[in-house]
């Protein structure tokens, strides 16, 4: 792919940050575009949340991965708040 | 008497028909602050090892924390204790709702219930005054209406806590109920309550509960609301913990298929969606909160229409526990029968992570041909059939038909089904086990082996850490002395939490420290410092575990199923490959807490250290068993 390529990945996140974040209006899940070599802390901050801050897991393809795992075209990530129990 | 204390608990022995009022000491209440840790200090007193769980030497206790009934954040708790009958160990359930308050208000920390009643009875609480009541016309009845009884007779505002049918039939299911909809669901205490005869406890107060520095308390709340950013509080408030359905089954977090499937897999993200976050409060009509609880985080559903119609017009709403118990256990995404097999639950009064995985156990069974539509009565028993596992529900709680050979759960249940049914009993010691997988989380190996009440999620560990305690760990780095710090502290400050009274969630949102800082100005203890608090932690799991130490019982001997841990592993999803090395894991946090690595028993450094030197010989003569190789 050329230096300044982009790629596509598909991203959902917890239910209330669906619903208060507006890259996602509400939806389930959306596409975001990302410089080739993103990972998944770029991905959380191009639509306007810090992982770490907010102590999110993820789930990259159905794996957990970490934050500086990088991102292939294609993919499928979930951000998901830390456990509790109830 | 210091703040956040009515000063007495009741004693009512129920053999003999006689009640008393008995103070407790300050130096007690600083030791164990309230719930179970003052429960375990009193039933360890109390109750003699060897008693027969279902037996009149069983005390059946409940009991608040000193920032019950208050404003604290989030002060609604009580607890209900005993030695329980499903696991012959200690046992504890922790519930919210009006009652923990209400029976402060009413002028009691606690009631202690001993004897057998030769009737069925209730005891009632009327602003400091106690009587055993005839409970003829409330016996056989469901939940709600029992409750709805008892307000008619004694007034709406009276509080209730009680046990359905499930628990008058002594099943090892049954839970304490209150409010319809709140349970104290675990170690099966409800069979307890019922083979006391004991319908119901109704209380009914005006008092208040004292506070020292009142005015500190609702700074420290104010500051608290005003400044918390916990996102997962924002999830609390509008789902309940039915927002973390799908992305629990999505990461790992949820078993699946009882114990033996993956998320990814076996219950992919279309069919969780269906039972998770929006789809679920979208057959809600409103929130409601326990007391003074700012969260909210229960809801009232919408009665329905159809096959799962609810039988009252305000049931409640499922929390995650029980959408993934009937959901992902079971492989059903039909939320409406998950809707509906709650309220089943609640009006049986039965805990539903135990319905839910006992009926996945048997929808396994069936599936495999241990069981057949013979045994059954015609039920077809496969993944998925929400009908089925509905009615297989209401069996169990009226333990009739096929529900009947499961009302004492997945252990009992497997005894009589022959070996090749042991195979699918995932439980521990008897207890089946929360709806969260140490494969994805393995400090709850610890939590669900070691801890005096097996098989629970909220008895602390990483899973329920507050997010002001940190500690710098590989999750899977078994031997880190860190690792093992780690869980000691999450350990004592969720004991310190549970005793004090306060919900979970005020702790996961809000932090320790804050809750630290209100038993302060509830109490008045401003000289006892956050260690003095988290050895009071260390001193009630210690009185805990000794419990069942004088039993003889040793935690390495439990039964370690092998789906929990990864023998074998899974071969697809977010936990493919993986194995614990629990063993590793537990010898590092007996080695941290300076328990013996073989009996499990503390050293006499330990307990000295703790103020309970006393229990040195009693530990010596209980013989616990050693295990040289785990």
């Known amino acids: 792919m050329p230096a300044d390529a982009t790629i596509v990945v598909r991203l959902r996140v917890a239910p209330t940050l669906r619903h208060t974040l507006p890259a996602f209006a509400g939806a389930k899940e959306i596409e975001v575009h990302l410089a080739q070599g993103a990972t998944v802390y770029d991905l959380a901050a191009a639509v306007g949340l810090d992982m770490v801050q907010m102590g999110l897991l993820c789930v990259l393809n159905g794996q957990t991965a970490s934050a500086e795992a990088t991102l292939q075209q294609g993919d499928e990530v979930r951000l998901l708040h830390r456990l509790a129990g109830g | 008497m210091p703040g956040g204390y009515m000063g007495k608990i009741l004693c009512v022995d129920l053999s003999s028909g006689r009640l008393s009022d008995e103070a407790l000491p300050e130096s007690l209440l600083r030791d164990y602050l309230g719930g179970y840790g003052l429960g375990a200090r009193l039933l360890y007193d109390r109750v003699p090892a060897g008693a027969d769980p279902l037996g009149p030497a069983n005390i059946l206790g409940f009991l608040t924390g000193p920032l019950t009934g208050t404003n604290a954040l989030i002060g609604s708790r009580f607890v209900v204790v005993g030695k329980s009958p499903k696991t012959g160990t200690w046992g504890d359930a922790n519930c919210g709702g009006q009652f923990g308050p209400y029976l402060k208000f009413a002028g009691y920390d606690g009631v202690l219930v001993s004897g057998i009643s030769p009737k069925p009875v209730y005891i009632l609480i009327e602003d400091g005054k106690a009587s055993l009541q005839d409970a003829a016309e409330v016996w056989g009845h469901k939940t709600a209406e029992s409750e709805a009884l008892l307000k008619r007779k004694h007034g709406e505002k009276a509080q209730v806590a009680l046990i359905g049918p499930a628990g008058e039939k002594v099943s090892l299911l049954a839970c304490v109920m209150n409010e319809e909809g709140r349970a104290a669901g675990r170690s099966g205490l409800g069979a ?96 409601y909160g326990c007391y003074r609880c700012p969260i909210a985080c229960g809801g009232i559903m919408n009665q329905g229409k159809g ?305 309970l030197g006393e229990l040195i010989p009693d530990l010596r003569r209980a013989n616990v068993p050693a295990v040289e190789t785990f």
């Open chain 2, 192 to 287: 307890v309550m019922g083979a006391k005869r004991l319908k119901a406890i109704v209380v009914k107060g005006t008092q208040t509960v004292p506070v020292a520095d009142d005015e500190r308390l609702r700074e420290i709340r104010r500051k608290a609301l005003a400044e918390c950013k916990e996102e997962f509080l924002e999830t609390l408030k509008k789902y309940g913990t039915a927002g973390i359905t799908a992305d629990s089954a999505a990461s790992g977090d949820s078993p699946v298929k009882n114990w033996g499937g993956s998320g990814r897999f076996d219950f992919q993200p279309e069919h969780a969606d269906r039972v998770s976050d929006d789809a679920v409060v979208a057959h809600q009509q409103r929130k």
């Open chain 2, 307 to 611: 096959q799962f119609a609810l039988s009252l017009p305000h049931g409640h709403k499922p929390e995650y526990e029980t959408l993934a118990a009937f959901g992902s256990m079971t492989l059903n995404d039909n939320v409406e029968a998950i809707i509906k097999a709650n309220e089943l639950c609640n009006e049986y009064g039965l805990d539903t992570i135990s319905t839910g995985c006992t009926v996945s156990y048997a929808i396994e069974c069936y599936e495999n041909e241990i069981i057949s539509p013979v045994d059954t009565g015609g039920l077809e028993l496969r993944w998925g059939n929400a009908a089925a596992i509905v009615e297989l529900t209401r069996q169990i709680g009226a333990r009739e038909g096929f529900g009947a050979s499961l009302a004492d759960g997945i252990k009992v249940a497997a005894q009589k089904l022959g070996p090749e049914a042991l195979t699918y009993a995932i439980h521990v010691q008897g207890e089946e086990v929360a709806m969260h997988d140490p494969r994805f989380l393995p400090d709850l190996a610890t939590t669900y082996l070691m801890d005096a009440t097996p098989g629970r999620h909220t008895q602390g560990g990483a899973l329920v850490a507050p997010p002001d305690m940190k500690f710098d760990y590989d999750k899977y780095d078994y031997a880190s002395p860190v690792h093992a710090q780690a869980h000691r502290a999450f350990v004592n400050i969720t004991h310190v939490l549970n005793a004090a009274g306060v919900c979970l969630f005020g702790v996961s949102t809000f932090g320790y420290k804050v809750l630290l800082e209100q038993l302060r100005a509830v109490t008045g203890w401003k000289e006892m410092t956050d260690e003095d608090f988290l050895r009071a932690g260390e001193r009630i799991a210690v009185i805990r575990h000794a419990f069942n130490l004088r039993e003889g019982l040793n935690p390495l001997l439990r039964n370690i199923p092998g789906r929990l841990v990864g023998k074998p592993p899974l071969n697809a999803g977010p936990l493919k490959g993986i194995t614990l090395d629990y063993a590793t894991q537990i010898r590092a946090y007996l080695k941290e807490v300076d328990w013996d690595s073989k009996t499990t028993v503390p050293s006499p450094a330990a307990l000295r250290a703790l103020g």
